[in-house]
């Protein structure tokens, strides 16, 4: 495992190569420990302040059956796009939808819009750090409490998971016809890939997971008392690009897809 600092992003074709060869690549000290601290105040901030009706209140997934019964039945889900919400843990409420649990502690994550509307987050993301690629959009931004993902927030070592392969996009999470439920479905389903084959990858506070779009990654349960606090965004090449209308999240007029570089 080769772990690099933002200065090499510029100056060392190693990087490159890794990236291309393995699909990922670890960037030590992107962000400061004090720039660290500040995301996790206001994300205390926000979460404090929450206000989500019962009706609204989502349990956050990534398995496939629970997706479609979660999310793809959830307005709350498929219109926040361009909203800041929150998607919830499970066995965080009682029968009558109340908290059972700190609301610190109840949060999977909170997307998908902190980009556009958090001066904070909207900052880092468009960090001149951040600022690699030729003309991308930025496309989803959420912070992720408890999953990998781009920049961690956490004292201690995170730790994501990695297959060394790109696998093509075996499973795409798309919208269905207007009028139809569940609201979201799937094409295709994800390959089932051997523990062993995993890699661990540490990443400290303030460092960075930049992730290829078509790789194999997963983070395991998180059974430590801390939240693994991650702030995460998605990027995609906006030159030559046509962005699929079949996708699950689409633009909208109050919040196109905005340019790395605004």
């Known amino acids: 495992l080769r772990i690099f600092s933002p200065k090499h992003l510029k100056k060392s074709n190693v990087v490159v190569v890794q990236y291309r060869d393995e699909g990922y690549l670890v960037l030590d000290g992107l962000l400061s420990p004090e720039e660290c601290d500040a995301l996790r105040d206001r994300m205390s901030e926000i979460t404090e302040q929450m206000d989500v009706p019962e009706h609204c209140r989502?349990?956050?997934?990534?398995?496939?059956?629970?997706?479609?019964?979660?999310?793809?039945?959830?307005?709350?889900?498929?219109?926040?796009?361009?909203?800041?919400?929150?998607?919830?843990?499970?066995?965080?409420?009682?029968?009558?939808?109340?908290?059972?649990?700190?609301?610190?502690?109840?949060?999977?994550?909170?997307?998908?819009?902190?980009?556009?509307?958090?001066?904070?987050?909207?900052a880092v993301t468009h960090s001149p750090k951040v600022q690699v690629m030729t003309e991308p959009s930025c496309k989803q931004m959420d912070i992720v409490p408890v999953t990998t993902g781009f920049v961690t927030n956490q004292?201690?070592?995170?730790?994501?998971?990695?297959?060394?392969?790109?696998?093509?996009?075996?499973?795409?999470?798309?919208?269905?016809?207007?009028?139809?439920?569940?609201?979201?479905?799937?094409?295709?389903?994800?390959?089932?890939?051997?523990?062993?084959?995993?890699?661990?990858?540490?990443?400290?506070?303030?460092?960075?997971?930049?992730?290829?779009?078509?790789?194999?990654?997963?983070?395991?349960?998180?059974?430590?008392?801390?939240?693994?606090?991650?702030?995460?965004?998605h990027i995609m090449e906006s030159q030559n690009t046509i962005w699929s209308p079949e996708n699950w999240l689409q633009p909208t007029e109050e919040l196109p897809f905005p340019s790395l570089y605004t």
């Not at 997706?67 to 919400?85: E, H, V």
């Open 155 to 233: 004292e201690c070592v995170c730790v994501a998971l990695f297959v060394c392969v790109l696998d093509g996009i075996t499973r795409q999470m798309v919208r269905t016809p207007k009028g139809t439920f569940p609201l979201t479905d799937f094409i295709g389903r994800e390959k089932i890939h051997d523990d062993k084959l995993f890699i661990p990858v540490p990443v400290k506070k303030g460092g960075a997971v930049l992730i290829h779009g078509e790789v194999v990654h997963r983070s395991a349960a998180n059974t430590s008392d801390a939240s693994r606090h991650v702030y995460t965004f």
């Open 58 to 122: 989502t349990q956050f997934s990534t398995d496939h059956d629970e997706q479609l019964k979660k999310q793809g039945n959830a307005d709350y889900f498929i219109t926040s796009g361009d909203k800041i919400r929150f998607f919830f843990e499970k066995g965080v409420f009682d029968d009558k939808g109340e908290f059972i649990v700190p609301k610190e502690h109840s949060l999977n994550k909170i997307g998908h819009a902190l980009h556009a509307y958090e001066p904070l987050f909207k």
